[in-house]
Each structure stands twice: as C-alpha cells, then as structure tokens.
C-alpha cells in the first residue's frame, strides 16, 4: 500500500521547483531532469558551475523523493486500522482519481520545457 | 566685422569636417547630408535567435526580423506556435540605425540543434536543449562562459571544426542581411554594420566585446571566447584578419556591462596579470573608442557611494555576472573599479605612466537586446530581454523583468549623413553620445578659445568646431594661460509619438583629474536646476513642475591646472518619470494595501526597495585635456 502511494505521489504530486525552474510539477520530471543533465555531464564533462547545477537537481530531486515517501508512510498509517479490503478500494479509487485529474486538466507547470502548462502526460514526456 | 569672423569660423568649421569623411565604399551620396553633422540614433546591441541563449529563451527571429523592426515594422513575440507568434510589437519612432551582434560562440551550436540531419543534431546535448530547453540554457551557459576554460561539446568534432564549420551559415546570414537592410540609395534612411558578440565571461565576469565593421568587408569567421579567450587575443585577431589582413577593413570593438566584470574589465593589468604594458595600451586605445554605458542589464557609469547622488541609477545589485541569479539586497554598495567613470580617471594615470591612454571612451547606450527588437528603450512598454532571469519562451510575463534590469539605451552618432563611413567615423573619433532612452539632443564643446556667447548663437555648431573640439576630442593645453571653456547643449526629446516627453531637469559637467597622483571626480550643475517641486504623479505616470525644453551653457573651469591631464563629459538630466516597473504595477492595478495581497507574479510591485521613479539621462563622450 505505502508503495503505491509512494508511486502515485512520485508521479502526481505537484511538487514546486526549488531552483532552476518554476513548478509546481511532478517529482517525477524533477528526476527525468537530474537524469538528462548526468547524461551530458558523463558525456561532455562539467565545469564547477555545471557541477553545481546538477548538485541542485539532485538535491530537490532526493528531496521531493524523501517527502514523497514521508507522506505516503504516514498516509498508509493513517488507514492500517481499516478492514484489508476497504484499504485497498479506498488505495485503488485514490489512484484512479488522482491519475484522471492529473491527465485531464494543465495542472502542472513544466519547469525548463516547452510548455507553459500541462496535464500529467505532457509534464513527463 | 563681426559676420566677416562668425563666415570664416562657419567656413573653416565646414572645411574641416569635408575632410574628415572617407568613403571606402561604392554608394549613392545621401542627399541629407549636413557638414556640420547631425544626430543618428541607433542600437549595437543585438540578439536574435541566432544567438543560443535567445533561441534558448524561445526567440525566434533572426537578422532580418530584427532589422526591420529597427526600420519601423512589427515583429512576432513569444510564444510561438507552428511559426505563428503569439504577440507582436512595433517601435514608436524607427531608429536611424542598428547593428545584430549575435553572440560568437555557440552560433554553430545553435544551428546545428535546431537543424535535423545537421551532424550532432541527435546528441545528447542537442536532445536535452530541444526538449528541456531551460535546462539545456543553464548547462550550455555553465559549460561555456562560466568556465574558466571554456571548450566545445564532443558533437563539434575534432577542434570544434564541425562547430565551426556549421557558424558560417549564420554569419553569412548575419552579413546578407546586413547588406540587405542598408540603403546604399541618395535616401539613406537606414544604416545596418556587419558585426557580432565575443563573450568573453572568465570566471562568470563579464568581458564582453561587441566588434563593428566598417562596411561589408568583414573577418571571415568571427572570434570567439572558446578559442580565443582573452581580449588581448580578441584584439589580435582583429588586427590580423581585419587591418592587416584585408583591404577596406576596419573594425571597432566596444566593451559592456563593466558593471559585472567584477573590476576587470577596466584592470590596469593584461589577462593573467602581467602589468598593462604600452603596445598593449596602444591597441586597446586604437580598437576600443566606445564603451556601453548604459543597457539593460544596467548602469556603468558610476557605483552607488561614488559621491554622486545620481550614480543610484539603474546599478545592479551583484559585481560579476554569474552572481545574476543570487542578488544582494538592494542599496547594498557595490565595490569600486568596474565603473566607466573610475575608467576614465585612472586612464590618465596609466597615460602619464604609460605614454597612452587606454581608456579613452566615448559613450553610448544601447539595449541588448535578446527578442530581435533593437531600439525597445520605451519605460511604458517595457517587454523584457528574454536574457537570463525571466523566460519568455511561454510569453511575456506580465512582471517582464527581473526588477533589478531596465530596458537598456541608445548610441547616438553625430555625422555627417547617415551612411556606414559617416556612422563609423564618429564612432572612431568618439563624437557619440548614450542616452537611457529619451532622444535627448546634445551637442558638447570644449576648447582654450571658445566663445562665451555660444549660448544661443544660431552658428553654436560652427563656431564650437572652429573654435574648439566636440565630444570625444582631445585638447592640448596651450603654452599660454587662456581660459578652458566647454559649452554644452540639450534640447528635450522632442517626440515620442503617442506618449509625452519629459522635461530637462539640467545640465551637469563631470570632471575627473589627476593631483599630486590622486585621481578626482568632481560634478557641477552648469544649467538648470534640481527644482523639488518637479516630479511625477506615481498613479497616472503624469510629469508635474517645472522643467526645461532646452538648456544650454558655457561653463569655464576655473581651477584647470594646465599642467595636469583632465576629462570632462557632460550628463543631461530629466525631470523625474515612472521607471518601467511602475508602469507595470499600474496596468495591473496593484494595490500592496489590498486584502488578499498581490499575486505572485506582480510581487516585486511591493518591494519598499523597488525604485518608483528614475532620472531619464544622456551622456555625452568625454573631452581630454592633455597637459601642456
């Protein structure tokens, strides 16, 4: 269960760019954004200011990550006392909510892309 | 006998500017063309999407674009959608002239990302900047000018050659459209030069250099700070493959943002530290007659606690660029030795020791420009520069700017007609002037024998030619004691189309010399007054008060010490007016009082530091005085 609400946050919860962006957007893009500045650091090499650059986006990455886990631990507490079958209706319809918003409506800032705003989808691709 | 004396003062002042223009081009004659030199306004300062970092910020248009918007015509704002862009915008008055100085480095880079099939088009630099283009601006930018030893990505081959190779497509562009966008017919209603950035950035401080050429013929390929990575070598380069190197060449490079150099660009040293020696003196002195002294990215001329309450304008609150993203707190002083003014002075320090000045500046502004739009100087309809801090790639935003900028200058050119020979002449012999905005008119004249009663003499230019140097000259003290005098003329912009100019405030005169080897700066008001009753009306941006259509004096200096070197420029003052950032919080109706505050974007709008209101200026080049 906490898994899943780790998964679900990590892929949808609008979390603000600290630095070098302008969120909010999914946790998600903060790592597709730290992966595809290591790929030109392992590739190209980095100066101090490139190195202190992926150092931000590492660090707000682990961080959204840590809260991420955080919230979803303290949520899946927060239900340990309802019947195993109820838990996983209310995981399931949860999930199935909060995926249908986020597809649906430009919820999402994509800090550092092409968009102004976008819906799930688009903020990760 | 008095007509007698002010025809032969009239004919030896138009005898002596004939001689002074060299055609080293094939052209029709303009027909406006005035011996006695009239005043071009102009913008060196731009960027199109030729340049990574605009293209990184979402512009589009390239040299054309830009050139015709100079002329008057609109051009297409972020965003951009399917080649459709999402505004547009259109200056209130053309300018006269304009040079697109798209940066050297990076323009193969740029093409080659934007080009599919381009060799090193699917790298995964090439990938990340089409795809995450903010993060590919702040990699590329780190990777390149915040290094201390900037090199080129793997996808440009072996010594960069593919890079390389790739920028001569839009340097040929950037000279085609050069050529295209010059009227060589007897109208001469616009003048464009062939020119371009080196970005010179050691360490995040700024050196940067804009390089002008004369006509159409031009370096091969344009310097740049990956291979040559010092000013000295920028200055070589130019030597070789433009004065020596090819016939009709000549070429002038023009520094900027010293504000952000963190005191090196005036350096009384070489790159790496040796002392400034006298061929090196001799070449800068011989390449560098103009500096920027105003544009977006702030005020040169002097630093807050220079002693003058007027420095306070525009100055920017960090010393060296890279710090762009990481402010001081407004008002907090920023350290000396990075201002056009300290320049200036210590510049006749380094002439006694040296036997030449290196710092022998004329003055201009400009805009620098990163949306392709030279001339955009209006505080009313401010858009932004697309460079560095707010990204216009999803828009102008309805806060444009980073608070701090504004939205830069012009370069005003005294010539003869408005032609690239004309132009480029009064840029070499310094008959230039920078205003932050305004088409403010000055003329300036110093000389031992001008006449007290130029003020209001219908021949004040003829005779101040006959009599004496303008702006940017060079008097030698005579053997004899005779009165140093300069006379100095403004007149208010006289139009701004659909929105009203500001009244002149007045006319100050600053000096700077040596004594006993101190340098010293002094500022006299020589006309007009600081009258508080003249301000604005922060609501409605309305003037209010008194204030000056024209001002005009013949200041002498009493305590010129012959025997001493001095500089002398002037500065014109406007009454108060509303800075661009007012202009913004008022169309959108900010209220900082109001219950449920202000929305995040319009925030700075109720920064208690924000600057409400700013001084409008120009400055002219100064006058040297050598010592008897």
New interface residues.
């Given amino acids: 269960m906490r898994r899943w609400l780790f998964a679900l946050l990590l892929l949808t919860a609008p979390w603000p760019l600290l630095l ?3 969120g909010p957007a999914p946790p998600l893009r903060s790592l ?2 730290a992966l ?2 290591t ?2 650091v392992a ?2 090499g ?5 190195r ?2 992926l150092g931000v986006l590492w660090g707000q990455t682990l961080l959204a990550f840590g809260v991420c886990w955080v919230v979803a631990w303290g949520l899946s507490r927060g239900v340990s006392g309802l019947a195993v079958t109820t838990r996983r209706r209310l995981v399931i319809g949860l999930v199935l909510l909060v995926l249908g918003v986020a597809s649906a409506l430009p919820i999402y800032h994509t ?6 705003r976008s819906n799930l989808w688009q903020a990760l691709s | 006998m008095r007509c007698a004396l002010a025809l032969g003062l009239t004919l030896c002042a138009l005898a002596w500017s004939a001689t002074a223009l060299e055609r080293t081009e094939a052209r029709e004659d303009c027909s406006a063309h005035d011996p006695l030199r009239q005043p071009f306004f102009g913008d060196t300062h731009v960027h199109t999407g030729f340049s990574f970092d605009a293209w990184g910020q979402g512009t589009l248009p390239g040299p054309d674009e830009a050139y015709r918007f100079a002329k008057g015509e609109p051009i297409g704002l972020p ?1 951009w959608s399917d080649g459709r862009p999402g505004d547009s915008v259109a200056l209130r008055r053309p300018l006269d002239w304009a040079i697109v100085t798209d940066h050297s480095d990076l323009l193969g880079e740029t093409r080659i990302c934007q080009t599919p099939g381009a060799p090193g088009y699917g ?3 090439c990938r ?1 900047v089409r ?9 590329v930018n ?2 390149v000018y ?3 030893s900037p090199r080129r ?2 996808f440009c081959g072996e010594g960069g050659r593919q890079c390389l190779e790739a920028a001569r497509g839009p340097w040929r562009e950037t000279r085609r459209a050069a050529e295209a966008h010059y009227d060589r017919s007897a109208a001469c209603r616009f003048t464009t030069f062939v020119g371009y950035e080196w970005t010179g950035m050691p360490g ?1 401080r700024n050196l940067h250099r804009n390089v002008v050429f004369r006509n159409e013929v031009a370096q091969e390929a344009p310097t740049t700070y990956i291979e040559t990575p010092t000013p000295e070598g920028l200055w070589q380069a130019l030597e070789r493959e433009c004065l020596a190197g090819a016939p009709r060449c000549d070429v002038l490079a023009i520094p900027h943002n010293s504000n952000v150099s963190g005191g090196l660009m005036f350096a009384a040293a070489r790159s790496g530290g040796a002392p400034l020696d006298e061929g090196t003196a001799r070449t800068r002195a011989r390449l560098e007659r103009l500096v920027e002294i105003t544009q977006h990215k702030g005020d040169s001329e002097c630093g807050v606690g220079a002693g003058d309450e007027l420095c306070s304008y525009e100055t920017l609150p960090f010393e060296i660029m ?1 710090e762009m993203a990481t402010p001081r707190a407004w008002g907090e002083p920023i350290p000396e030795g990075s201002y056009v003014r300290d320049a200036l002075v210590d510049g006749l320090a380094l002439g006694e020791k040296l036997g030449v000045n290196p710092f022998r500046f004329g003055l201009i502004g400009s805009t620098d420009t990163h949306l392709a739009t030279p001339g955009m100087v209006d505080e009313d309809r401010h858009i932004g520069h697309a460079a560095g801090l707010v ?1 216009a ?3 102008i935003p309805p806060f444009p700017d980073a608070p701090f900028f504004n939205p830069g200058g012009l370069a005003v050119l005294w010539a003869e007609e408005n032609s690239r020979d004309a132009l480029f002449e009064a840029m070499h012999r310094r008959e230039a002037y920078g205003t932050s905005g305004p088409r403010i008119r000055v003329r300036f004249f110093g000389g031992f024998e001008l006449p007290q009663d130029l003020c209001g003499a219908p021949d004040f230019a003829a005779r101040g030619y006959a009599a004496g140097v303008p702006m940017g000259g060079v008097l030698r003290a005579p053997a004899t004691a005779s009165p140093l005098r300069f006379a100095v003329w403004a007149l208010r912009d006289p139009d701004r189309g659909d929105a009203p100019s500001t009244p002149l405030q007045r006319i100050q005169i600053v000096k700077g010399w040596l004594e006993d080897g101190e340098t010293r700066v002094r500022v006299l008001d020589v006309a007009g007054r600081a009258d508080p009753t003249a301000g604005v009306d922060l609501a409605t941006c309305r003037p209010h008060g008194p204030g000056a259509d024209q001002l005009c004096a013949v200041w002498e200096d009493p305590e010129h010490d012959p025997t001493r070197p001095a500089v002398y420029y002037a500065r014109v003052v406007e009454n108060p007016s509303c800075r661009w950032s007012q202009y913004v919080c008022n169309r959108h109706g900010v209220d900082c009082t109001a219950a449920g505050g202000t929305p995040a974007v319009l925030e700075p709008c109720c920064d208690p530091e924000l600057a409400r209101t700013i001084q409008e200026r120009a400055w002219t080049s100064p006058i040297w005085v050598d010592p008897r």
């Fill in positions: 070098l962006g302008d597709w954004l595809a500045a790929a030109v590739t190209e980095a100066s101090v200011t490139v202190l650059i800090p550092m892309g092409n968009r102004p | 965003p790298s995964i630099v990340v795809h995450f283009p903010g993060l590919g601006y702040v990699l780190g990777h915040a290094s201390e990505y793997s995040g890279s990204n790639r999803h828009g």
